[in-house]
């Protein structure tokens, strides 16, 4: 019993400290990404990042397809050993390399899709990222297995930090013409300093004796999870493309809006991808424990990701404007719609977390597959009547699809729908109503920019902050306990 208790105790502190620690890294990560982005948004215009945001979906398919689902495949295998990650380090190089090959010579193709002949030479450089990051998946799948929160922050941190200098340098020497190029070589420097320091954390090193038979049970696991991702890629890249082929002159101010988007999600959903899968499946045996591990994390994922996101809307035009001036206005408008989307991924994160951990790969790949086909679907028939609205359904849609998601959760552990509800909501409302009052009182009375992005965001804080302290948020409780070190009271 002491044993179990003494267990329990060790992994309720691993599931904080990783969820504190990887929130506070990637926090750090996105402020550096905002610093650079400044930079780059006032020197470039939406013109500039047009063709790279042409490109992207290209680069996510890609990239699904070298990963091929290894890295949550080693994440859940009970041992793993030298050769499983030998031959995943072998077998990602070839598929790279193919990756790029094919890619090269459907550069073409890809410009003459778009109707952009620049295309052409830009994607054939752009893509050089691919066979970069094959060297990197292995280490990257020892951090991510070992639960290496820390590490891999490093490895994020200085990746953003040199990218994002090389980037600003180019901006400002290059000519015009040459400006999404710079956009392009910031994107490979960042996965080639990612991957040197993953390498530089991992104690494994590959050998030239090769023994591909490991693949065989890893694919056996992934290559649901591979189609997968190529789905969920498709799925958050699908506006870049139907925008280049429909509406181009949107595409930069999208690129941009989806940009900061993502710099504010990544800070939950960051730290929910670090420990979620490894610390489910470190409990998948005990249903009861795994229930109370899954629980725990979605109620402080809630906590954080929703004032997080709907304060991301509420200032979304002051940050823009202020930041990166009103040339960008328009992204603006997009992405105060798309934040409030961004406050339902993390709990959509840690639903298919649970199922993959569960190793229901099957049900996390059809349902995924459906969801990317119905939302393709919509947009192509609302395209028409313009962005705004294309986001709109885009964020109802996939907000109402975390029912579907929970249903097949439910069949795994006893989960319920009133229990779901109970552990999101209470964290959605106050968010929500905090949002608005806010916005509704610092309207009324303020008109300066400056003092509207400050006010609101202060005001923000202190209510989200003051009405979970009244009603005695276990999660403000713990996080207060781990930013001074104090000793935890037991659940």
Request: glycine share 6%; charged share 15%; proline share 6%.
């Given at each position: 019993m002491v044993k179990d208790n003494t267990s329990h105790s060790n992994l309720k502190h691993a599931v904080a400290k990783g969820f504190l620690w990887g929130g506070m890294s990637n926090a750090?990560?996105?402020?550096?990404?905002l610093f650079f982005g400044i930079f780059m948004a006032r020197i470039l215009t939406p013109n500039d990042y047009a063709p790279i945001g042409m490109l992207a979906i290209f680069s996510a398919i890609a990239g699904s397809l070298q990963d091929s689902g290894f890295v949550a495949a080693i994440a859940n295998r009970k041992e793993v050993g030298h050769d499983d990650y030998n031959a995943v380090f072998w077998f990602n190089i070839l598929i790279s390399l193919f990756m790029y090959g094919v890619l090269y010579m459907c550069a073409p193709f890809i410009a003459d899709f778009f109707n952009t002949p620049m295309l052409v030479d830009l994607s054939r450089?752009?893509?050089?990222?691919?066979?970069?990051?094959?060297?990197?998946?292995?280490?990257?799948?020892?951090?991510?297995?070992?639960?290496?929160?820390?590490?891999?922050?490093?490895?994020?941190?200085?990746s953003i930090a040199i990218s994002g200098s090389v980037g600003v340098v180019m901006a400002l020497l290059l000519d015009e013409e040459l400006k999404p190029w710079g956009i392009a070589t910031q994107s490979i420097v960042y996965v080639l300093v990612r991957t040197v320091v993953c390498w530089y954390f991992t104690p494994w090193r590959p050998s030239f004796k090769v023994n591909f038979y490991p693949l065989k049970y890893l694919f056996a696991f992934s290559y649901r999870l591979l189609i997968t991702n190529i789905f969920q890629r498709f799925n958050w890249n699908i506006f870049s493309f139907i925008l280049g082929k429909f509406h181009p002159r949107d595409v930069g101010n999208y690129t941009k809006s989806a940009e900061w988007f993502n710099m504010g999600s990544e800070v939950v959903n960051g730290m929910v991808n670090a420990v979620a899968q490894p610390m489910l499946a470190k409990v998948v045996d005990d249903n009861e424990r795994q229930l109370h591990v899954f629980r725990k994390m979605v109620r402080f994922t809630a906590f954080v990701a929703f004032p997080l996101m709907l304060g991301l809307s509420l200032v979304s035009r002051e940050l823009i404007v202020i930041v990166i001036t009103e040339k960008w206005l328009e992204s603006a408008r997009m992405l105060q719609i798309l934040a409030v989307w961004g406050a339902f991924m993390p709990v959509q994160s840690m639903l298919t977390n649970l199922l993959v951990s569960r190793g229901c790969s099957r049900v996390f790949m059809w349902c995924t597959i459906v969801q990317g086909l119905l939302t393709l679907s919509i947009l192509l028939a609302v395209h028409s009547y313009g962005i705004c609205l294309m986001l709109v359904v885009y964020?109802?849609?996939?907000?109402?699809?975390?029912?579907?998601?929970?249903?097949f959760v439910?069949?795994?552990?006893?989960?319920?729908?009133?229990?779901?509800?109970?552990?999101?909501?209470?964290s959605a409302l106050v968010a929500a109503v905090v949002m608005f009052i806010t916005g509704s009182v610092t309207e009324a009375f303020i008109d300066n920019n400056y003092l509207l992005l400050i006010a609101r965001v202060a005001i923000a804080a202190m209510l989200y902050v003051a009405t979970a302290y009244i009603m005695r948020s276990e999660e403000l409780h713990e996080i207060i306990c781990f930013l001074f070190k104090r000793k935890e009271k037991q659940v």
């Open positions: 750090v990560c996105q402020l550096l990404g450089y752009n893509f050089l990222g691919f066979v970069v990051a094959g060297f990197g998946i292995a280490p990257s799948a020892y951090l991510f297995r070992e639960l290496k929160v820390k590490q891999k922050s490093i490895a994020l941190i200085l964020c109802v849609f996939n907000a109402l699809w975390l029912f579907v998601w929970h249903h439910q069949k795994e552990i006893p989960v319920t729908l009133p229990m779901f509800l109970r552990d999101i909501l209470p």
